[in-house]
């Protein structure tokens, strides 16, 4: 079976750097996405690794490291606006997402 | 971008009827439409992928006789959802990957907010 961990909740404040970390556990690995959720709204791509190393993308960038089976997401220059839920998820065979529990982050004035 | 319509956004049905949600890839052929549910607060559990012209295949757990999925065409999938009751009040979401895109996104519908009362 596939199984993805990720903190619960995460608090920063405005400006801040913080990084969210997902371990996975899954056959037929070909990467690893993020996706953030605002209450009520559709998740929204925001980055993907097929292979070992960094990502950035503006203030996002996503790591991945497949012999530790373990990434992370990296927020920085943080805006009240990235309030949000992030979830990494496992793209698998069969280009099938499975998704994290997600992780709250709450940025504080 | 890629875009991925679904509608309704929420939909209020008494219990025992049925409710069917429609996914439509705007501008661009998705011959495959996966389908979510997410209850407050929790992840999204993938339900069934929706391959066009074919039969969907479910994920453990998951009644196809209670969730019918149809995707008779490249832009047009359908879940609907028979005999509702309100254990089935959830988050629908639909999702798709246009294949010309340059990486491995996929593009969410807005989501259906069903309330079965």
């Known amino acids: 079976g596939q199984s993805l961990e990720q903190p619960s909740e995460v608090t920063a404040v405005e400006g801040a750097i913080v990084q969210i970390n997902c371990t996975y556990q899954t056959s037929g690995f070909y990467g690893l996405s993020w996706y953030q959720q605002h209450d009520g709204g559709a998740p929204t791509f925001l980055s993907y690794?097929?292979?070992?190393g960094l990502e950035e993308t503006g203030r996002f960038s996503s790591f991945l490291s497949r012999s530790d089976s373990y990434g992370y997401l990296l927020l920085q220059e943080l805006q009240m606006k990235d309030s949000a839920s992030y979830f990494c998820?496992?793209?698998?065979?069969?280009?099938?997402?499975?998704f994290g529990g997600g992780t709250r982050l709450m940025v504080k004035p | 971008g890629a875009v991925v319509s679904q509608h309704p956004s929420w939909v209020i049905c008494k219990s025992g009827t049925s409710v069917k949600i429609e996914c439509r890839s705007l501008?661009?052929?998705?011959?495959?439409m996966f389908w979510y549910r997410q209850f407050p607060k929790q992840s999204l559990m993938l339900m069934a992928t929706?391959?066009?012209?074919?039969?969907?295949?479910?994920e453990q757990g998951v009644e196809k006789d209670k969730f019918l999925i149809n995707h008779a065409s490249l832009t047009l999938s359908t879940l609907t959802v028979t005999s509702a009751h309100p254990e089935d009040s959830s988050f629908y979401i639909c999702?798709?990957?246009?294949?010309?895109?340059?990486?491995?996104?996929?593009?969410f519908g807005s989501g259906t907010r069903l309330t079965v009362v």
């Open positions: 999702s798709a990957r246009d294949r010309t895109g340059p990486n491995y996104g996929y593009t």
């Open positions: 998820a496992v793209i698998r065979a069969g280009n099938m997402l499975t």
């Open positions: 690794n097929a292979l070992d």
């Open positions: 501008d661009f052929q998705a011959t495959t």
């Open positions: 929706s391959n066009e012209g074919s039969k969907a295949t479910y």
